[in-house]
């Protein structure tokens, strides 16, 4: 009975898993994102710790624009994903795309019919209501050209318009780097003071340690559980030495 039971935990744990993977994977309502036709890019805000209230009705707005020139027109098509709506302009013109209702789903755009010869430019306007506008695209059919995020401009609401960068939510805050550099500072002084209060014969071992131990607390102040997890400082027969388990 017991081993029964355990079954049908197992089973219940393992559907319930797999229904949170797909609902990440497919459902539009969860604000989970995946792999695009190229990298997610953004524009660059500055990083808060405050809370941001979202407005329903005047959803947030970032618009991405990229400049090229063509030598001869082919077909072009845009493949592109947006978090969570998009329009696209082609030379200022609003190209008549169906986009999917899922903004999970990657839209294959023909813009052949609105570049020319010469200078064009492409508008990607974004908007997001419930989080940051993302945006995901690569051109297909330009010989020589490619949809590399320093080549698209990002401007938000209000903002100035400046390069785009990668979508990600792992950029340190610049107080961290503040703490960090202040951090630094006092284990530099400690170290040095330590060192002046050595004999001649033993400063070169303790100066090889001190590096040592100013790189670790660097480390662990900016990435504490990255580093200290499976990790340990030991300090064996005089020498320091950083092992992992």
Known sequence: MAKLQIAVFSALVAFGLVGIVLSCLLSPQVPFVTSGPGQWIMYPTEIALEARVCDLDEPLRTTFTRRLVIGKP??????????????????????KANFPPNWKRTAVVNISGYLHRGANSIRVEVFNAKGPPLLSVSLHGLEGEASERCKWIAALDGLPAV?????????????????????????????????????????????????????????????PFALTQGMETRYAQGRGTLRRR
């Open 163 to 223: 390069p785009a960068i990668a979508a990600d939510d792992t950029r340190l805050h610049p107080l961290c780097t503040r703490i960090a550099q202040t951090f630094t500072a006092l284990i530099d002084s400690a170290a040095n003071f330590a060192l002046s209060q050595q004999a001649p014969g033993a400063r070169a071992s303790l100066t090889a340690r001190r590096g040592d131990v100013i790189l670790l607390s660097e480390q662990m102040l900016r990435y």
């Open 74 to 95: 082919g077909r072009v098509s845009v493949h592109l994903r947006a978090f969570r709506k998009a329009v696209l302009y082609v030379n200022e013109k609003q190209v």
